[in-house]
């Protein structure tokens, strides 16, 4: 018997990784994917739908077409978009953050998540 594998969606749109409450990801594949293909230029998408601490969800989309990143933020029927041609990561302790960056210029924050993966092995 063959199972068909069933992809996460929200509001019947296929999402690639879910942040929770405590920022904690479900899968980090997509967005490191992601972040690689604006290094070789490469168009991609990526879809992230984030739980703020009263449990409502957002979604995060983000848009490359080879060298403009587009960012969309949808919470609360409200859209904000922001474009930037690059990003910086950073990391403070296991807390890991995406920023969008048009030049040297910061522009917002896209993605933050704590890699728990990171916590626990250090405390064995």
């Given at each position: ?17 879910v942040i929770d409450s405590i920022k904690e990801i479900d899968n980090k ?69 995406y920023d969008l960056y048009q030049n040297d210029k910061f522009i917002v ?8 993966d990171k916590l626990i092995n250090t405390h064995n």
């Amino acid at each position: 018997m063959l199972f068909n594998r069933v992809e996460p969606t929200f509001d019947n749109e296929p999402i690639d990784a879910v942040i929770d409450s405590i920022k904690e990801i479900d899968n980090k594949l997509p967005v490191w994917r992601f972040f690689e293909n604006v290094f070789l230029n490469k168009p991609d998408s990526i879809k992230i739908v984030i739980y703020n601490i009263e449990g409502e969800p957002a979604i995060k989309k983000l848009n490359l077409d080879g060298e403009i990143i587009k960012y969309t933020y949808i919470s609360d029927g409200s859209i904000k978009e922001y474009m930037g041609n690059g990003f910086k990561k950073t990391r403070y302790g296991s807390d890991i953050n995406y920023d969008l960056y048009q030049n040297d210029k910061f522009i917002v924050n896209m993605i933050a998540y704590t890699n728990y993966d990171k916590l626990i092995n250090t405390h064995n």
